[in-house]
């Protein structure tokens, strides 16, 4: 009898645990609302591999704002940040965004600094809603960070996800770039959670 328990929680623990991996992908991911039919800004977020800027110029093409703000220079060297932002500049002109309808970020470090440099600029120039692009791995962690600096300013942003082939929430372990975003992601997370 004593065997058949110890089996039994064994067993109960291995399947418990293979459900919470499995839904690690879906707990990051967190879907996202509808973006709006129009909004002042378009934010294009850094560290991209280029579905984030391809998925960013598919929405400006629809007309769903007016501009593009890139983001996104972390951990890079002085000299680099300013060509890092260019090759993603040249993929949206070669999409047929135009130069006067770019704005870049050169001054954000991290996902907080990208959400109050944003609400700062926002506020300068008037606007009131931003839909912001991101892949979906990163969706959970945004939207905890924007919505904390966002909270209580009467501004609003939506998060939208680009459409990576790496990314498949259902089977994110069996990727080595999926899996290193919902490890890294669970880990920012709670640090943003701590820290703010």
């Known amino acids: 009898m004593k065997r058949i328990t110890v089996w039994l929680v064994a067993v109960s623990t291995a399947v418990l645990c293979l459900l919470t991996l499995t839904q690690l992908g879906h707990f990051v991911d967190a879907g996202e609302a ?4 129009h909004a002042d800004l378009l934010i294009v977020l850094g560290g991209d591999d280029g579905s984030r800027v391809i998925r960013g110029a598919q929405l400006f ?7 593009i703000l890139l983001t ?8 680099s940040q300013r060509y890092y932002l260019n090759w993603r ?3 949206l002109f070669d999409a047929g965004v135009a130069k006067n309808a770019l704005l870049f970020d050169a001054v954000s470090a991290n996902s907080r600094d990208e959400a109050v440099n944003t609400l700062n600029l926002m506020r300068r120039n008037g606007w009131r809603s931003v839909v912001v692009v991101t892949d979906p791995p990163h969706m959970r962690r945004l939207n905890w960070v924007w919505g ?3 909270a209580n300013s009467g501004l609003s942003y939506a998060l939208v ?3 990576p082939t790496w990314w498949h929430a259902d089977d994110w372990w069996t990727n080595e770039k999926s ?4 490890l890294s992601d669970l880990i920012k997370l709670g640090y943003y959670m701590v820290k703010y």
């Open 34 to 37: 509808s973006p709006p039919a």
């Open 61 to 67: 093409q629809s007309g769903i704002a007016p501009r």
């Open 72 to 79: 996104g220079i972390e951990f890079a060297p002085v000299e």
């Open 89 to 91: 500049a040249v993929l």
């Open 148 to 150: 904390k600096v966002f």
């Open 161 to 163: 996800s680009s459409r």
């Open 179 to 182: 899996a290193q975003f919902v």
